[in-house]
Every structure is written in structure tokens, then in C-alpha cells.
């Protein structure tokens, strides 16, 4: 019999000690004005003595698998996506294994910036519908802080430390992960970067006194990048799930800066209303900011059983990833296959025109804009340097 992932249980853990906005006024050269009207975020939390990636994560599991009702040693898998582990060896994944008691479990990290948890979660799924495995655990969770050159104003006020897992459990009814995207532009592997972390510079005296250890950001680049990304594989992962947008309940995208999410909302034209933010309280959070949305939005009952949700990542590497998940966290009566194939098979074509319709328009609306932004980019430098002299 087919199995399906089913997401029984989640939780979320994030540092106690708040940055605001105004505490980075008497730290670097900025205000609250422009990091609200440039990102929308008005604080992040940032680790302290004792709050590492692995007791994030641990916290979070244990709240996952508290909701589920699972045992830790009942779980298979445990999947951390990360890119900030403890420790650069031994893998991360492997002490949260151990820490939880997941006694069973196999574990591994997986690194694809802030993308990093909706490619964990399309793996988890894959592991399920194989039935190899029947629990798994997915977690999503980043200490950013040291990383952050806490003089740099361009990079600084952007991210933020924290981590949220989901449980995975078979099932056999349908629900899950209806469609899904992985992407990777590797040709702009440098657009967000930390250059003295890996092989490549090892860590000298010179990476110190550079500050290669620190993350950088080619932010114009990324921001391009981003908003394109998240129209298209948004685009994409519905088209490919078979709903309409009107089927669609709620759209969670990776919280890196509200004005991301602005333009890709209004490109799509979607109800704002259908979107989650929560940039505002925590920053970029790289891979932690998709599931800790996904917390904050069931926190605040923006999802509820039957609905469809799409979640869409983008980030280092540069990476992008999207997918359509049916929303049903507790088993329910199965779903009579045989009563409905005949209305829905009519119904197929229509879908697939409305979709075919809303792509090539949401398309066309897209480039337009790309290349009024393009044109505009020069008068706004001009006008900028114009200001200044
Ligand atoms: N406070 C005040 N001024 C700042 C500032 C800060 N924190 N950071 C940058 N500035 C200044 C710049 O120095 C520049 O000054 P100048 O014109 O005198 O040279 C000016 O603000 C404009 O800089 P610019 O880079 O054009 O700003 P922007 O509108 O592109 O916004 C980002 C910068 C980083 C907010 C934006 O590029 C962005 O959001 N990029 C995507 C970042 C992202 O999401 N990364 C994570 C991906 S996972």
C-alpha cells in the first residue's frame, strides 16, 4: 500500500535574549526607521551561553514528539537542515540523536542555506513513500549570531538564531506533500558567503584579521534573485499539485525581509491575508525561519486540518525550493477513492486551463516588473549620489 507523510507533531525553540532594532542603533551606524522600511524586521533573538544549534533542535524535537505522542526511540530518521552545526565535525545531527534518546534513529545534517528545511522535508517524504522508514524527524534551526560581523551594517541587522522541528509519520490515507521543487543557481555561490569557514581558507590569523569568518552578502543580488524564484516555484508547485490558487489556505515563504515577500505577493496576486509573516519578531532565521513560521501560524490558528499550505524557501547557494502540502496533522476517516474519479476527471481539464491562464498572466506581470525595476535602478543611483553630493 502507498505511504504518504504525514506531519503528527511539531514544536519550535529560540533564544531568550531579544535584539531590537534600537538596540543596533547604539551598536552601528542605522536607525529603526530604515531597517523596518528595508526588511520589516523590528527584532531577532540571538543565542546566549548554553543555546547552540543542538539544544534548539533538542527542545524542539521533544515538543514535536510530545504533540505526536511518539517515543524518541519509536523515530527512524532525524534530518537537521543547518548551516551554522556546533561544531564543523562531528555532524550536529548526531548529537541531537543522542541527546533525544532516538536510540534507533539514523541521523544526518543537510546544508542548503536557507532553503535547507523544505529540502529536508521533501527527503523525509521520500524515505516514507519507499516505506523504508515510518518516523522521521525534520528540523530546521540556525545559530547565525557568530557569524555575523556585528560592525557590518549591511549584514547585521539582517538574522537572527533559532530552530523548529516537525515529526513525519507514515500514513495511508493521501495527505502531505502534494508537488514540490528543488532548485540551485550554483553560478552565484559567492552572492552569500562566508569565505574563511571551509577547506578553501582555512582558519589563520589572516581569515581573523579579515574577517572571512564573517557571512557576506551581495544583498541586490540575492534580492533579484529571491523574488523571481519565489513567483516561479510558487507558480510551479501549484500548477504541478493540480489545485487552483483558490484551493490554496495559506502561503508560508522563508521570512528573509518583508519587501521580498511584498513583491512576490503582489506578482502572484495573492490575498495578502493568505500569507504568513512573522520576519517582524525574528529576523532571517536562514533554514529555521520556514518551520518557525509554520509554528507561529498554527499558534495563531491560520491552518487547520484539510488545508492546503505552500511553503517556499530561497537562499545560499543560491538555492530555491517550493512545495504544496495537504494539511492533516491527525488521522481521519480515509477518503472514499472509488465515489469521486468521475467528477474530478471532468473537472481536470478545466483546472488545468485556470492554472495554464493564472501562470502565463502572474509570468507576463513578472517580467514587466523586472524590467521596470531595471530601468529604475540607474535613476535611483543617480538621485541617491544627487542626495549625498
Ligand atoms: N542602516 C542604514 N543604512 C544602511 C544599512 C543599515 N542597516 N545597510 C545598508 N545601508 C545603506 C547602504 O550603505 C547604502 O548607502 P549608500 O547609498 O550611501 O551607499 C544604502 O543604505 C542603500 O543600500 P542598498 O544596498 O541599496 O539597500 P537596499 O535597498 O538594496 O537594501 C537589503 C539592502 C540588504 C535590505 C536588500 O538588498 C535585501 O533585502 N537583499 C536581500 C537580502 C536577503 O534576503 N538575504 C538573505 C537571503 S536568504
Redesign the pocket.
Known amino acids: 500500500m502507498k505511504q504518504y507523510g504525514r506531519i503528527t507533531g511539531w514544536g519550535k525553540s529560540v533564544p531568550e535574549r531579544i535584539l531590537t532594532n534600537h538596540d543596533l542603533e547604539q551598536m ?4 529603526d526607521e ?2 523596518v522600511t ?2 520589516g524586521i523590528r527584532e531577532r533573538h540571538i543565542a546566549g551561553p548554553g543555546e547552540t544549534t543542538s539544544s534548539m533542535s533538542v527542545e524542539a524535537c521533544q515538543q514535536a514528539l510530545e504533540r505526536a505522542g511518539v517515543a524518541p526511540e519509536e523515530v527512524d530518521l532525524v534530518i537537521i537542515a543547518t548551516s551554522s552545526p556546533d561544531y564543523f565535525c562531528p555532524p550536529v545531527s548526531s548529537m541531537v540523536q543522542d541527546r533525544l534518546g532516538a536510540t534507533r534513529a539514523g541521523a544526518f545534517t543537510l546544508v542548503a ?2 532553503t535547507g528545511f523544505v529540502y529536508a522535508l521533501v527527503t523525509a517524504n521520500q524515505f516514507i513513500e519507499t516505506g523504508l522508514y515510518e518516523k522521521i524527524l525534520v528540523v530546521g534551526v540556525e545559530t547565525l549570531s557568530p557569524a555575523v560581523d556585528w560592525t557590518d ?2 549584514t547585521c ?2 538574522f537572527g538564531d533559532g530552530g523548529a522541528a516537525v515529526l513525519v509519520e507514515a500514513s495511508d490515507q493521501p495527505t502531505g506533500i502534494l508537488s514540490c521543487e528543488l532548485g540551485s543557481q550554483g553560478q552565484d555561490w559567492d552572492a ?1 558567503i562566508a569565505p574563511g569557514y571551509g577547506t578553501v581558507k582555512p582558519f589563520s590569523e589572516e581569515t581573523l584579521r579579515n574577517g572571512d569568518h564573517y557571512l557576506r ?1 551581495d ?2 543580488r ?2 533579484k534573485f ?1 523574488t523571481r524564484k519565489m513567483t516561479n516555484s510558487v507558480i510551479n508547485v501549484v500548477q504541478e499539485s493540480g489545485l487552483t490558487w483558490d484551493e490554496i489556505d495559506l502561503v508560508i515563504p ?1 521570512q ?2 518583508a ?2 515577500i511584498d513583491l512576490a505577493v503582489r506578482r502572484l496576486k495573492i490575498d495578502p491575508e493568505k500569507v504568513m509573516v512573522n520576519v517582524d519578531r525574528y529576523g ?1 532565521t ?1 533554514a529555521a525561519s520556514i518551520p518557525l513560521a509554520l509554528c507561529d501560524a498554527l499558534e495563531e490558528g491560520r491552518l487547520q486540518s484539510g488545508d492546503h499550505v505552500v511553503l517556499v524557501g ?3 547557494g543560491l538555492t530555491w525550493a517550493a512545495a504544496v502540502l495537504h494539511w492533516q496533522p491527525v488521522a481521519e476517516e480515509p477518503i472514499a477513492v472509488d465515489d469521486w474519479p468521475l467528477l474530478s476527471n471532468l473537472f481536470q481539464p478545466v483546472t488545468r486551463v485556470r492554472n495554464a491562464v493564472w501562470s502565463t498572466q502572474v509570468t507576463a506581470r513578472a517580467r514587466l516588473q523586472d524590467m521596470a525595476l531595471a530601468a529604475m535602478t540607474p535613476i535611483n543611483q543617480w538621485q ?1 549620489r544627487f542626495k ?1 553630493d
Open positions: 552601528v551606524d542605522t536607525s530604515w531597517i528595508r526588511t542555506g536557507c551594517r549591511n541587522v539582517l552569500l552578502m544583498g541586490r540575492v534580492f529571491a522563508h528573509a525581509n519587501r521580498i532571517n536562514s530561497f537562499g545560499a541617491r549625498r
